[in-house]
């Protein structure tokens, strides 16, 4: 059975939607504090002597979140490193026997795990910084508004609530210096981590059984990192660069093939392929009996799927507006603009043949 990074994409949206119920909660949270009196003309006192209050109560979000993520992020590791070394072993057949199931605590998953907890450790900091500055901000709108004669009390509150909601906790900045919201951020570390524990446990199991060539399988919709690498076969250890290899027949003794290799697994991860949103897989190349499947022609094109995304996000964050409307009229606007991207998604799945992911436009409510 081929490994892929997608192989991992449930445990990965399972973590960020632990995060993405918190930041609903915090929303929440801030929407009911503003808007509890907010016709009170002790209003802005209330609000102020209430700012130690609310930063406990989101504390104690956060809280709860650090702890449950760091479960998960644990559990989901060693799922993804079994579920890499079971690939490997349905490949191989009878040449590799079943492998008992890696736990979490072992220290190869613990080596994967930390690497997902160091890169979103950071996030639980500007959650609380962000949310804060938030309400302060929205309380000082509310009284600077109606004084200038611009909005009511009210409509200064919701418009400047809705432009957090809109956005969520953002400001993760990757190494390529892109700013990431707090669900994509957290879905995109978790898929590199989880992805990364899948192939190499899958890469490990095949080199135990004396394995070392792979096969990159052709991927619809395939990104310009990737597509150099499709239906290549790689050594999955060793010396990058193109070459010609004399191997052993996978099942004739004493019999070479010619193999040409398009460079080493290693270097095909570092140029791009495997990313965490990578849909190609790799399989074990068995010389003399895999055969290179193929080209197939795509159902859309890379752009195409880029679309789709930023649709969804765009569903996901007229939902956000939704739960931190303030009064019906907002919530009956805010679910409209959010169904116009759903129809939009609609027709380009109906143009493109892409799948449409209806769970990507979906948030993950409070638990």
């Not at 508004?145 to 809705?162: E, I, M, N, V």
């Not at 399988?217 to 597509?227: D, F, H, T, V």
């Not at 076969?233 to 060793?238: A, F, H, K, M, W």
């Not at 765009?314 to 991207?341: F, G, N, P, S």
Request: contains cysteine; aromatic residues 4%; positive net charge.
């Amino acid at each position: 059975m081929p490994v892929s990074p997608s192989m991992a994409e449930d445990l990965a949206a399972a973590i960020a939607d632990l995060y993405e119920a918190a930041e609903g909660t915090m929303i929440e949270r801030i929407r009911a504090a503003l808007a509890a009196g907010i016709d009170s003309p002790v209003w802005v006192e209330l609000k102020l002597a209430a700012v130690g209050s609310l930063q406990l109560a989101i504390q104690e979000v956060i809280d709860a979140l650090a702890i449950d993520a760091s479960g998960a992020i644990h559990q989901a590791v060693a799922e993804a490193y079994n579920r890499g070394a079971q690939a490997a072993v349905a490949e191989l057949g009878a040449l590799a026997p079943a492998v008992a199931a890696i736990p979490a605590g072992a220290p190869v998953v613990d080596r994967l795990a930390q690497a997902v907890v160091a890169d979103t450790g950071p996030v639980h900091l500007r959650m609380l910084r962000q949310t804060m500055d938030v309400y302060r901000e929205v309380v000082a709108r509310a009284v600077a508004a109606p004084a200038l004669g611009a909005q009511t009390r009210r409509q200064a509150a919701q418009s400047a609530l809705d432009q957090f909601a809109a956005r969520g906790v953002k400001g993760f900045v990757d190494t390529a210096g892109r700013s990431w919201e707090l669900r994509s951020y957290v879905e995109m570390a978790a898929r590199s981590a989880l992805g990364r524990a899948a192939v190499e446990a899958h890469s490990d199991r095949l080199g135990a059984y004396g394995v070392d060539l792979v096969l990159v399988s052709q991927s619809p919709e395939e990104c310009p990192l990737c597509r150099p690498w499709e239906r290549k076969i790689l050594v999955r250890t060793g010396a990058p660069g193109a070459r010609t290899v004399q191997v052993e027949h996978a099942t004739v003794d004493g019999r070479t093939i010619t193999v040409r290799v398009a460079g080493s697994l290693p270097e095909a991860r570092g140029a791009g392929l495997m990313h965490p949103n990578c849909r190609h897989t790799v399989s074990a190349y068995l010389p003399g009996v895999s055969r290179i499947p193929a080209a197939q022609p795509s159902r859309g094109t890379y752009e195409d799927s880029q679309r789709q995304r930023y649709f969804e996000r765009q569903i996901r964050k007229w939902k956000r507006l939704e739960a931190a409307a303030m009064d019906d009229t907002r919530r009956t606007v805010t679910r409209a603009r959010a169904r116009a991207y759903q129809a939009r998604v609609r027709e380009l799945v109906s143009e493109t043949g892409l799948p449409r992911k209806s769970h990507r436009e979906q948030l993950t409510t409070a638990r």
